[in-house]
């Protein structure tokens, strides 16, 4: 790795030391001290981010694009050193930190060919009628602007896709909103280098300096001060619900209000139909323990929990499960703290009443091993702790004793980024009284499938009810996620030398 981290800020274009700092604690090789936020280096970078608004807000499409895609490939011309410190911060593999990239690169791009397409700001005439009786209509044209500086949270999880530059950014960007993010403390040397690239696309493209600074985390006080910053107008996090709800209720109580665009987690549950259990249970079974235990369990739609009926076919499945679990190996997880955190939830879920071990194992310091547990659906239904997420390769089946019972488990659900069915043809007339359902509890409702991958396009919704994440009309993914930091502005008999450009 030729990169070696600076550990300094980067506010307003300047790269910028602090008294205090604070040591990384990567999985592999050297620490690194890195500068530690501040209150004033919140407000330094808040206040270069309205100044560059006031330009970056009214930019072209064009111009914008152009910016994207030239971070994007600011990105890529740092690829071997990116992958290299971010494998060695997170304790991911190389091939997922390759994969990350080029997620993130690739949405930067789709984001800037979807501005240019324009269908983004939703353009609204309705034409003046002067002989309209008994009262004449003004010309009236709408169309979505940008809302001010945004705020931005780096992932623990995804190092490059939901973090520095990750979706939020990028969609704020596209937008035309420029963004202050709190660097994540678990990866902040690959948030430093992702931060290069940014500036250097800023130079490139003759940017203001202060469409996007980053500032290093290390300190609680910065997440705070920067949700309430006054100028601050909306904020993106990914992260636990404890954090997030913190923060949310930070922006609520703010003397004008903000939304909070909090993707917080969920346990993504799967209901596998009789029929397909019959016909493909050994498939699913190993298909869901490969989805478990895919990056050590520490994606936000790792799916923690089956729900099927009990009987032969279901303990069938069920031993497919342990036995494939069984043989998956010690992963690194991304700090010590998600670990102990995991080995937490693992000691929760053993010790609830009316569930059984089916699976244990033993993981210690940063690593996790699988874990599988089962239980009724009327212990289910009268714990409440079952259904928290644990963040992790754990799974619990719970095994109910029809498609009625199956059905209440959905119902008592609370909000998910997804729900699964697992249906043949014969299953459908049981199934079709989960979708209403299922809809009304989750973002995303798949088929036959594993929901672990969310794939970046124009259809995709990430986010659902409280408490998969605080807003159920947005996305964090896909190009719809861009409306989250525009807002509708109705212009009434405007002349035309006073409409914005994308109005004329």
Not at 214 to 237: M, Y
Not at 324 to 336: I, R, Y
Not at 484 to 489: E, K, Q
């Amino acid at each position: 790795m030729t990169f070696m981290p600076h550990g300094k800020h980067l506010i307003a274009g300047q790269w910028v030391v602090s008294d205090q700092t604070f040591q990384s604690s990567p999985a592999t090789g050297e620490a690194h001290a890195f500068a530690k936020g501040s209150v004033t280096n919140v407000s330094d970078a808040v206040e270069a981010a309205e100044l560059a608004f006031l330009e970056y807000g009214y930019s072209s499409r064009e111009t914008r694009a152009s910016f994207l895609n030239v971070i994007a490939d600011e990105i890529d011309a740092r690829a071997n050193d990116i992958t290299a410190i971010g494998c060695a911060e997170t304790g991911l593999p190389e091939a997922r930190l390759i994969g990350e990239r080029g997620r993130t690169c690739g949405q930067l791009r789709l984001f800037a060919q979807h501005i240019l397409q324009g269908d983004y700001l939703d353009k609204r005439h309705d034409a003046a009628l002067p002989e309209r009786q008994p009262l004449p209509r003004a010309d009236l044209k709408l169309i979505q602007r940008p809302i001010g500086p945004v705020a931005v949270f780096g992932a623990s999880n995804f190092p490059l896709a939901f973090s520095t530059a990750g979706g939020d950014t990028a969609a704020a960007l596209a937008a035309g909103c420029p963004v202050v993010v709190k660097g994540h403390s678990a990866h902040p040397g690959t948030g430093e280098i992702v931060a290069e690239a940014i500036h250097a696309a800023i130079t490139k493209c003759g940017m203001p300096a202060g469409v996007f600074s980053l500032i290093q985390g290390g300190n609680r006080e910065v997440g705070s001060a920067l949700v309430q910053h006054p100028l601050i107008k909306a904020v993106g996090f990914t992260g636990s619900l404890a954090g997030g709800r913190a923060l949310f209720d930070l922006c609520a109580a703010r003397p004008e209000p903000i939304p909070f665009f909090g993707e917080l987690g969920s346990v993504n549950p799967m209901f596998l139909f009789p029929n397909a259990i019959a016909n493909r249970g050994e498939a699913l079974g190993k298909g869901w323990a490969a989805s478990l235990t895919m990056g050590a369990g520490q994606f936000c739609t790792n799916p923690g929990i089956a729900v099927l009926l009990a009987g032969t076919e279901a303990d069938e499945f069920v031993s497919t499960v342990s036995s494939t679990l069984s043989s998956v190996p010690a992963q690194v997880m991304l700090t010590d703290g998600i670990a102990e955190a995991y080995r937490s939830g693992q000691k929760r879920i053993a010790a609830a009443t009316g569930v059984r071990e089916v699976l244990a194992t033993s993981c210690e310091l940063r690593d996790a091993t699988p874990y599988l547990y089962a239980t009724t659906a009327a212990e289910w239904l009268k714990n409440n702790q079952l259904a928290e997420e644990v963040f992790g390769p754990l799974g619990v089946v719970v095994l109910a004793s029809s498609i009625e019972e199956m059905l209440q488990v959905a119902k008592s659900l609370e909000g998910q980024l997804t729900c699964t069915i697992h249906l043949d043809e014969s299953d459908i007339r049981d199934a079709k009284s989960f979708l209403p359902v299922l809809e009304r509890k989750a973002g995303r409702i798949l088929a036959n499938a594993f929901p672990t991958g969310v794939e970046v396009c124009d259809s995709m919704v990430h986010g659902g009810p409280y408490p998969a994440s605080t807003n159920f009309g947005a996305t964090s993914v896909g190009t719809m996620s861009i409306r989250r930091f525009l807002r509708p502005v109705c212009y009434q008999d405007i002349p035309a030398g006073l409409l914005p450009a994308d109005l004329i």
